[in-house]
């Protein structure tokens, strides 16, 4: 539907994963108070196709801060906060 009619028209329904470095985060529902913020390999999810990358640039941070940016953002956004 995506491809065939959705996009024809500049519209669409997507996952969106960030990936960052080297892993895709992705923030899913669940009916618990589990982080919702998740990670897998970049463009493997097992039920929602690949279909394109868009570059947001790169970051100033460091390693180290990026990694606490993402644990506070898991502690932040409970899985059943979607």
């Known amino acids: 539907l995506n491809r065939s009619v959705l996009r024809s028209m500049g519209i669409g329904a997507f996952h ?3 990936e960052v470095l080297g892993d895709e985060w992705f923030f899913r529902w669940l009916n618990s108070s589990d982080t919702g913020l998740v990670w897998m390999e970049p463009k493997g999810h097992q039920v929602h ?3 394109e990358t868009v570059s947001l ?3 100033e941070l460091t390693e180290s801060e990026i990694r606490d940016v993402i644990a506070d953002f898991m502690d932040a956004w409970p899985a059943n906060s979607y």
């Open 57 to 59: 640039g790169t970051s």
């Open 16 to 18: 969106a994963g960030v």
């Open 49 to 51: 196709i690949y279909s």
